[in-house]
């Protein structure tokens, strides 16, 4: 197509000089990529169940598993984005899937070329700007001289596609023509949980899921497979050869949730149990918006086989997962390169799979939190079981020393290297850090672990609510149903001090949040607001978006919030009831009956074929279509 040759065109011209090629003794680096694999798997301590990976424990053999390993941020766009650049999502402002890296290498004036498709050329010349986000540690490996390929998933921008390969999902989406309610409700957090989750009544989640599909991972991941396995049989890294990187990314066991026999069957045995609830009455008051948001809170509703069914398909999905990245890992084995090749499996997330009433991510429980990193190569001890807590922002520095290249100053981790290795690290800050600023959230959500603690605290709102911080010993209560908070203060306070020191000092927390709420306000009023109609269009915009129970309080409260206009006019009270019109449909003042549908009569007793004139000439107005109203077929009906 057109817009493909443009975004080709734009590719090329957006390609940097050609480095010199990297040889002598560096090593290649695979890199394996699995989306919303719960990392609790490979967590011997977990309660969580552990389906068969014959291959990924076999990688694990071989090398390291890091057994508590920690999302930056539960959502893929801000979780791959931070972890490409190194950074804290509130550091490079990508708080969800709608705008990833705009620039392309760290350049502010080369946007990525995807972006400018969806939003144009001068927006992302902002958003890079406002952004300031250095260049990925793949764009470091090509400067060093490594050669680049990358196949599947990357769904972080940054002009990457400008590399041989294929990538797919890319991070930008402009809501304005389809208003997206997933976008426009995730950039209109900031209104708070009464209005945010309006129109959002207490549901029964659906979790009947196939389990019987032919090919149940999605046709890009049958075509990432084929194509690593391509690049390896064709001799791409090989003993002696140029330093290679090799980016091979799965959605599996990402949604759409889908299995069949073959997988199914290497769990089918298995003690898949329906997981504890916390009790509705004593929910957190996020895991309600959130729960509401997800159309999953009423979860108790569902049958226990049909959740113990669901939870079976996603592990049986971990399982094709496994397979397919297998099939890589084999043949990386028959290059003979092994020994001089690094390989680096991760997920960018967990996924709840009806732990806390939902499904997906999107929360700071482990469940979302929690990632699979498994690293094998050269130097490294076989057999390996690490608790060092460890994070998806260590996975910037830890490419770069697997490169020999030195880290830029100030990233939000450091190389696990060390770790694999042995040695004790004092980069290692002892506890982990994340944040949460994307879709099913009303506001910002921040976590500190240390030891065997997990801290949980939220941003505040400008409607004067604040929800509490919640508390989790995860030894003691590794599904994180008792929340110690209140009981524990002391061990509150130390760890938002040292949460707030992490990420910049005493009131960061406040301040990362209200500018995160004032970047999604702005995109909201620039892409939703402006474009239908401002002031005019607005109350039609958010009923919309939030139902028709959308009021004057909630138009006044969204007045405030984006600074602007938001009139109201009351919608007209219901007519009162006519039983002369019980089938018919009234003309345009709404009290005078009219002729009805097919086979019915003004009157709700005659059938049209009884009436004389039969079907077409039972009443005056001589309606022949269904549902016209009497403005268009003269005076209204006389009922005989």
């Known amino acids: 197509t057109l817009g493909s040759m443009a975004l080709a065109l734009l590719s090329v011209c957006g390609m940097a000089a050609a480095a010199p090629v990297v040889s002598g003794g560096k090593p290649s680096i695979l890199f394996l990529f699995a989306d919303e694999m719960d990392g609790r798997i490979f967590d011997p301590t977990s309660p969580q169940v552990k389906p068969p990976q014959p291959n990924l424990n076999r990688l694990a053999a071989s090398g390291a598993v890091f057994a508590r390993a920690y999302a930056q941020s539960p959502q893929c766009v801000p979780s791959r984005s931070a972890l490409m650049v190194g950074l804290r999502t509130d550091q490079i402002e990508v708080y969800d899937n709608f705008v990833g890296i705009a620039s392309t290498n760290g350049d502010t004036g080369n946007p990525d070329p995807y972006c400018v498709q969806s939003f144009g050329q001068a927006d992302c010349l902002g958003f890079a700007k406002s952004q300031q986000a250095p260049p990925t540690f793949i764009d470091r490996l090509d400067t060093a001289g490594y050669n680049i ?7 972080a921008g940054a002009g990457l596609t400008r590399f041989p390969g294929e990538l797919e999902d890319f991070p930008f989406e402009n809501p304005s023509k389809s208003l997206d309610p997933k976008a426009l409700r995730e950039w209109s957090r900031g209104l708070g949980p009464d209005t945010n989750t309006k129109g959002l009544e207490q549901q029964t989640p659906n979790l009947s899921v196939p389990d019987n599909v032919a090919m149940p991972a999605t046709g890009n991941d049958y075509k990432t497979l084929k194509s690593c396995l391509e690049k390896l049989h064709g001799g791409l890294i090989s003993p002696g050869g140029p330093a290679q990187f090799l980016y091979c990314s799965i959605l599996v066991p990402h949604p759409p949730y889908a299995s069949n026999k073959t997988y199914m069957d290497q769990v089918e045995s298995m003690n898949i149990s329906v997981v504890q609830q916390v009790p509705l009455g004593e929910l957190h008051p996020n895991d309600v918006s959130t729960s509401k948001l997800k159309h999953s809170l009423d979860t108790d509703a569902v049958s226990a086989d049909e959740i113990e069914h669901f939870r079976r398909v996603y592990f049986s999905m971990c399982v094709e997962a496994d397979s397919f990245l297998g099939q890589i890992i084999d043949a990386l084995d028959n290059t003979g ?6 390989i680096l499996m991760i997920s960018d997330h967990g996924e709840d799979n009806t732990e806390h009433r939902q499904c997906g991510k999107n929360n700071m429980y482990d469940s979302a939190s929690r990632v699979a990193m498994l690293l094998s190569g050269p130097g490294i001890k076989s057999g390996q079981i690490i608790y060092d807590l460890t994070s998806l922002s260590d996975v910037f520095p830890t490419v770069l020393d697997m490169a020999g290249i030195t880290p ?45 603690l997990k801290l949980i605290v939220y941003g505040d709102n400008q409607f004067d609510w604040q929800y509490p911080p919640q508390l989790f010993n995860l030894t003691a209560d590794p599904w994180e149903l008792h929340d110690i908070a209140s009981s524990n203060q002391a061990a509150v306070t130390l760890l938002t001090t040292l949460l707030e020191g992490d990420m910049g000092g005493p009131g960061s927390l406040a301040k990362i949040d209200a500018r995160c709420k004032t970047v999604q306000r702005n995109l909201f009023k620039t892409y939703a607001y402006e474009t239908h109609g401002a002031a005019s269009g607005c109350q039609k915009l958010f009923t919309k978006l939030y139902s028709s129970d959308f009021n004057a309080s909630d138009a006044q409260k969204a007045a405030t919030w984006l600074d602007a206009p938001c009139p109201f006019t009351p919608p007209p009270p219901p007519p009162p009831p ?10 345009s003042t709404g009290t005078v009956c009219c002729a009805a549908s097919c086979k019915v009569c003004a ?4 059938a049209c074929d009884a009436r004389p004139g039969g079907a077409t000439a039972c009443c005056p107005s001589i309606v022949t279509k269904a549902n016209q109203s009497c403005a268009t077929h003269g005076a209204p009906c006389v009922l005989g």
Not at 603 to 606: A, M
């Open 337 to 342: 390169a092994r020994d001089n090749t690094y």
């Open 408 to 452: 830029p100053e100030g990233l939000a981790g450091s190389s696990i290297l060390p770790l694999a290795n042995g040695a004790a690290s004092p980069q290692r800050k002892g506890f982990i850090t994340a944040q949460y600023h994307s879709v099913f959230s009303v506001t910002g959500e921040f976590m500190i672990r240390k030891g065997d």
């Open 149 to 155: 390929t990358l196949f599947g998933k990357m769904h």
């Open 603 to 606: 009157h709700p007793s005659s």
């Open 578 to 587: 006519d039983p002369t019109c019980a089938h018919g449909i009234k003309d």
